[in-house]
């Protein structure tokens, strides 16, 4: 089959045939891919970023964000069948851990992530396993909901852990309206009364906040910490920060009101605040990582209510490193998708 695989940092991954994957053990489950997600994580594993988090052994096929139909299953398996829809948790979890059995499957002490450890699914078929898998209506189309397995999912968790402070009367603001933000944007306009004001550098990015639920749009143009607090009186309730690099983690927190709190999402920069800004101000600093399984069936539940729907902008395989020079110069409004 063919896959997307990454031979050395800083370079760019090379699409080429490679055996097709094989069950294992009893609960694994192969799935033939019908779309794979193209997000910043592929390019920060590019510049070597997770090697020391997963060090993963090269070559390794990449892609985190799958969806597909199931294509073999292991003899344990009794939740999918040959055939089904699916989106796939991005961590196969073991299930018998403390954070399994509380529900936090991005906690497990023994998970793996597809396309950051080892084979992901930017090829025809993954390897995954039982507990991984959320059943879709077979209308879905793979390609239409495959990055709400990472992107999606990261985006909902976060809304969703910030809920309780999302009281109608309440401003939220979202920093990077791209892949992520703008599904966060709109999880926030179903579950939430709060105000909605987006930040980014792109109008165009802005002029689609807008059409998903943006109360107010900020351009992020040296001014906009300025624009936010007086928009807010002081700063916002909630500051959701899909961007967290190059400066936007400092003006993201900046942005917060006393009592406030500062979620970080996106990655790649460092956050530098004085201590006692932190207890004068009793500010919160929340970080976020995937989401539960849980989550990901919820958000799906929106997607296919139609409350949630991904803006993407399909590839063939083959055209892999067209997507990832797409997305690195900022030319993919919503998200990239490659479909086998
Ligand atoms: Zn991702
Ligand atoms: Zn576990």
Redesign the pocket.
């Known amino acids: 089959m063919k896959a997307v695989r990454l031979h050395g940092y800083h370079q760019a991954p090379v699409v080429e045939e490679v055996p097709e994957p094989k069950l294992g053990g009893p609960f694994d489950v192969v799935v033939r891919i019908g779309g794979a997600?193209v997000?910043r994580?592929d390019l920060h594993i590019m510049e070597g970023q997770w090697d020391a988090a997963m060090h993963p052994a090269l070559p390794y096929t990449i892609g985190?964000?799958n969806a597909g139909w199931v294509h073999e299953v292991g003899p344990a398996v009794t939740n999918v069948a040959v055939g089904d829809t699916v989106i796939l948790h991005p961590t196969p979890t073991c299930g018998l851990c403390r954070a399994c059995r509380a529900g936090q499957d991005m906690h497990c002490v023994d998970s793996s992530f597809p396309g950051l450890s080892h084979d992901g699914g930017m090829a025809e078929f993954l390897l995954t396993s039982a507990r991984a898998c959320v059943k879709l209506s077979p209308s879905t189309r793979p390609q239409d909901v495959a990055a709400l397995a990472?992107?999606g999912i990261t985006a909902y968790h976060a809304v969703r852990k910030a809920l309780p402070l999302l009281y109608p009367g309440t401003t939220c603001v979202v920093t990077g309206a791209g892949g992520l933000g703008h599904i966060g944007i709109q999880c926030l306009a179903a579950l939430s009364a709060t105000r909605i004001v987006v930040v980014d550098r792109n109008p165009d990015a802005l002029k689609l906040a807008e059409q998903l639920g943006a109360a107010h749009t900020v351009v992020a143009d040296g001014g906009h910490v300025q624009a936010v607090l007086d928009l807010t009186g002081g700063g916002a309730d909630v500051v959701l920060d899909f961007v967290a690099e190059q400066g936007a983690e400092q003006d993201g927190f900046a942005m917060t009101r006393r009592a406030g709190s500062y979620f970080v999402i996106g990655y790649g920069g460092e956050l530098r605040v004085p201590t006692l800004d932190i207890i004068g101000t009793e500010r919160n600093i929340i970080g976020n990582i995937v989401g539960t399984y849980n989550d990901l069936a919820e958000l799906m539940a929106l997607a296919q209510a139609g409350k949630v729907t991904l803006h993407t902008k399909t590839y063939p395989l083959d055209a892999a490193p067209d997507a990832f020079a797409d997305l690195d110069a900022g030319r993919v409004r919503g998200r990239a998708i490659l479909v086998p």
Do not use: N, S
């Open positions: 997600g997000c994580t985190h964000e990472d992107a």
